[in-house]
């Protein structure tokens, strides 16, 4: 064996040693044990603790057809939220309807009982947090899609990264959704693409006070974020700092100006190190995986096929 092999071997060696367990069996990392829930936990509807941290007892399952929206990817089984999210979309829906903007693309809700989900979010844990579509598959409007095409159909982005703006055949509809979405008295939060912002702002008339809950945030540019307020009489749930008063468009000099770029790039990189984290969450979560295995089960020698 080379000297330079002989060392590359030592390396993996070692960094095995330090992968290993006690008895010097190689150490899995911890599985979600939130992931692994299939159903609500019973009891009286509560959001526990903060959106980025907490958990969701006594959660309403949002049907996945309605009037005005359609739920995507519905295998990823995060479809679940508090009593007053289901209620949001399912009007919202409706709407829609009323307005003849088409169907509503609903993706990611919270998992059965909230808790951390794996990879890509940091919030949508106490079932207050919902990630809907700002584009329509043609499909959809002639009906709900089949399954197959909800799994496989993905969200679109609704932007001209060249020009930097919202492409024209897209425009109209982001700019009626979000308004109706800001409408409802229980929304505190849109999360959407800076780019968005922007075009609101440039296009609002004299009703402007809507456009607070309109937050630029990284990415954004396929779906929006809506994040409603703690339910009222849940004294579980720990609500955000409310937004300041005004349209907020004063502060898009923030993320346009290349003065500012490298201040955005912190922030972006400090916002994706938090992402996929483990959070110290509320005590009382702990209750709700009582019944939840500590591990994956092993599969099956035949490749986990019952008999």
């Not at 409802?184 to 009703?207: G, N, Q, Y």
């Not at 809507?210 to 339910?231: E, I, M, Q, T």
């Amino acid at each position: 064996m080379s000297p330079s092999k002989r060392t590359l071997l030592v390396v993996v060696l070692a960094a095995l040693a330090l992968l290993a367990g006690p008895s010097g069996s190689y150490a899995e990392p911890a599985p979600n044990r939130w992931a692994l829930v299939k159903s609500p936990a019973k009891g009286i509807a509560s959001s526990m603790g903060e959106y980025s941290s907490g958990c969701l007892r006594g959660a309403a399952r949002l049907a996945l057809d309605g009037i005005g929206y359609q739920v995507m990817h519905p295998s990823r089984l995060r479809y679940y939220g508090s009593p007053d999210l289901v209620d949001f979309i399912r009007k919202l829906g409706q709407a829609l309807h009323a307005e003849k903007l088409g169907d509503l693309m609903v993706g990611d809700l919270s998992q059965p009982r909230g808790g951390p989900a794996p990879g890509g979010h940091s919030s949508h844990q106490t079932g207050l947090d919902v990630d809907l579509w700002y584009w329509q598959p043609k499909a959809a409007a002639r009906g709900p899609l089949p399954t197959a095409e909800r799994e496989s159909t993905k969200a679109r982005s609704v932007l001209d990264g060249k020009a930097g703006t919202v492409r024209a055949e897209f425009a109209p509809r982001v700019a009626a959704l979000l308004r109706l979405t800001a409408s409802d008295a229980r929304v505190t939060r849109i999360f959407v693409h800076p780019i968005i912002k922007r075009m609101l702002c440039a296009d609002a008339e004299s009703d402007r006070a809507w456009l607070s809950k309109v937050r630029p945030w990284y990415g954004h540019d396929d779906h929006f974020h809506v994040r409603l307020a703690c339910p009222a009489g849940d004294k579980q749930c720990i609500p955000q700092t409310p937004v300041v008063a005004g349209d907020g468009c004063g502060e898009l000099d923030w993320w346009f100006s290349k003065d500012r770029q490298e201040d955005r790039e912190k922030g972006q990189a400090t916002y994706q190190s938090k992402v996929g984290k483990a959070p110290g969450m509320p005590a009382q979560c702990a209750k709700l995986l009582e019944d939840v295995p500590a591990s994956v089960p092993a599969p099956a020698a035949d490749g986990g096929a019952t008999r």
